[in-house]
């Protein structure tokens, strides 16, 4: 079990809208810029943000990506790009706090954000365009390695957030669940972990894109191709 974590203040609260990538051809929301008034948050995002791929990104069981700020020490030693890790904003997060982060959040979790009520929903994926943002290659897959994702939100009631604003733990149904052990089995090529991808497949809090790959694993004893996700399109 883990240990309930105390209220964390939000640092910055941050949004962004489309643009182009550094390569000049790969479309991105990825690049988030903070906001000092209040935002809205509604079942699909925080007021002012958006997304490229609505396949991929976003929806309501990706509405909120909150990424922990003491991981940037980290990867401060793995990247070069100082210019970017020197505030909040380089992973595309809305959400940036110091106090949680995938060792003591549990799938499940409900927080009270500001005035808004979210349910963590899942982890994150990491993607190719990470890669691109940074102009590091293999950096989607170190994050991946790392299992220092974020995670996200589903809105459960919608409500005001801002910077300055009190994250607080409000229910936690899955104690025996949390991030770290959801990530690693999904990041491990494993199949002895077929009992486990059991388990985490009739998780009811966990989003159902998730649920659907492990039940997938369950069923053919493998674990899929990441291959598409990581690799920069040629």
Known sequence: ??????????????????ALLPDGRSPSGICKSPREQALWLS????EGDAQAD?????????AVHHYPREHYASWASWSRRTDLLGHAGAFGENISTTGWDESVVCIGDVVRLGEALVQVSQ??????KLDVRFGEPGMAR????????????RVVETGWVR??????????????????????????????FTPE???AAELPAL??????????????????????RLRVPR
């Open 197 to 199: 991808w059991a388990r």
């Open 54 to 62: 609505l396949r991929i990104h976003g929806g309501v069981e990706k």
């Open 163 to 192: 910077a300055g604003a009190t994250a607080a733990l409000v229910e936690r149904p899955h104690p025996e669940w949390p991030l770290s052990r959801l990530i690693a089995l999904l990041f491990v090529r494993d199949e002895r």
């Open 123 to 128: 982890g994150r994926q990491p993607c190719w």
């Open 1 to 18: 079990m883990t240990q309930l974590p105390g209220a964390v203040t939000i640092d910055s609260l941050l949004v962004g809208q489309v």
């Open 43 to 46: 079942p699909t995002g925080v």
């Open 207 to 228: 989003a159902e894109r998730w649920r659907g790959t492990f039940r997938k694993r369950v069923a053919s004893s493998s674990v899929e191709d990441w291959e598409p």
């Open 142 to 153: 170190e994050m991946q390695a790392r299992g220092r994702t974020g995670w996200y939100y």
